[in-house]
């Protein structure tokens, strides 16, 4: 990763320099929760892309980096809100913002993030990239929201999970490539690339998260293993083994999902590995990665597309 970000490091330095500045607040608690989330770190994933898809297009522009503090913000204020959402209490290896200010807290605060990200969008003055932030944001709240509904739902069918990641997940990173062509008038083609290459990175993103939610190590994740099964969220390895399993192993999945019952995980962990499903879902983050990197072919050779092959490969492998 290290050689990842040292494709864009001045720029990453500039957007977290850009990041501090704007939360920025005479109201103490924003500034409060504002710099813990600060120091919790964070991969920083969505702002690298967008840096990184910017500078494959030529050299990076200011409007760039605060584009990608944009991108940032508006990630940031998804986490706040979804830790209250699921009561999480571990995020990156450290307390969550709710369980150490309160909820109260952390959604107001999400909620200073969003609107601080729509004050940047709107000192770029780019009527296209604005309204396609308005219709991303909008997408994944109703993702947030579509997770919310099905949470425990066994009935839920693999094509309305990868409906709530690529509303809630795969639709920023593509919003952030997208938007790095769209501030220096990229062509359509080159538009629909970064965009494609963008959504397949989100989604395999997510498949490898749901995957290490069972074989992770959680001093490498920061969470607990489990936290997906105990919030009810119907991911792909119980999805398959329901479908794919023995009628012994879907009735296990089923009740531990529908009681949101984290006590008999290790079996859960048993049915999926068995059933195959921990091996089906990493085969459909591979074609997703096979799928970005075929979208890099329209860009030309550059240390920064590299970088984002790099990029799609570490987000296929990674571990944490």
Same mark, same amino acid.
């Given at each position: 990763m290290q050689e990842i970000r040292d494709v864009v490091s001045n720029e990453l330095n500039a957007v977290n320099g850009l990041i501090i500045e704007q939360l920025k607040s005479d109201v103490e608690m924003v500034e409060n929760v504002g710099q813990y989330i600060v120091d919790a770190g964070g991969k920083r994933l969505r702002p690298l892309v967008a840096l990184l898809a910017a500078s494959a297009l030529g050299s990076v522009q200011q409007s760039q980096i605060k584009f990608a503090a944009v991108v940032e913000f508006i990630h940031t204020a998804t986490l706040l809100h979804d830790d209250v959402v699921d009561v999480s209490e571990l995020r990156r290896g450290r307390p969550t913002a709710n369980s150490t200010f309160g909820n109260a807290p952390s959604v107001l605060v999400g909620d200073f993030l969003y609107t601080r990200a729509f004050q940047l969008m709107v000192s770029l003055s780019n009527e296209a990239l604005l309204k396609m932030m308005a219709d991303t944001t909008?997408?994944?709240? #109703?993702?947030? *929201?579509?997770?919310?509904?099905? +949470? !425990?739902?066994?009935?839920? =069918?693999? &094509?309305?999970?990868? %409906?709530?990641?690529?509303?809630?997940?795969?639709?920023?990173?593509?919003?952030?490539?997208?938007?790095?062509?769209?501030?220096?008038?990229?062509?359509?083609?080159?538009?629909?690339?970064?965009?494609?290459?963008?959504?397949?990175?989100?989604?395999?993103?997510?498949?490898?998260?749901?995957?290490?939610?069972?074989?992770?190590?959680?001093?490498?994740?920061?969470?607990?293993?489990?936290?997906?099964?105990?919030?009810?969220?119907?991911?792909?390895?119980?999805?398959?083994?329901?479908?794919?399993?023995?009628?012994?192993?879907?009735?296990?999945?089923?009740?531990?999902?529908?009681?949101?019952?984290?006590?008999?995980? #290790?079996?859960? *962990?048993?049915?999926?590995?068995? +059933? !195959?499903?921990?091996?089906? =879902?990493? &085969?459909?983050?591979? %074609?997703?990665?096979?799928?970005?990197?075929?979208?890099?072919?329209?860009?030309?050779?550059?240390?920064?597309?590299?970088?984002?092959?790099?990029?799609?490969?570490?987000?296929?492998?990674?571990?944490?």
């Open positions: 909008n997408t994944i709240a #109703a993702g947030e *929201v579509l997770q919310l509904i099905r +949470a !425990g739902d066994t009935a839920t =069918t693999e &094509a309305q999970y990868f %409906e709530v990641i690529d509303r809630k997940t795969a639709a920023l990173f593509a919003a952030g490539c997208e938007g790095a062509g769209l501030l220096v008038d990229a062509s359509n083609d080159t538009l629909a690339a970064l965009r494609d290459y963008g959504a397949n990175i989100g989604t395999s993103f997510q498949l490898v998260d749901d995957l290490l939610d069972y074989e992770g190590d959680p001093e490498k994740t920061g969470k607990n293993v489990g936290d997906d099964l105990a919030e009810g969220k119907t991911t792909l390895p119980l999805i398959h083994a329901m479908r794919e399993g023995t009628e012994s192993q879907a009735e296990l999945v089923r009740s531990a999902l529908e009681n949101k019952d984290r006590s008999k995980l #290790a079996e859960v *962990v048993a049915a999926v590995k068995d +059933a !195959g499903s921990l091996d089906y =879902t990493r &085969a459909a983050a591979q %074609e997703c990665n096979r799928t970005a990197l075929n979208a890099l072919n329209t860009l030309p050779d550059s240390s920064a597309r590299s970088a984002l092959e790099r990029l799609a490969n570490f987000a296929l492998s990674r571990q944490f």
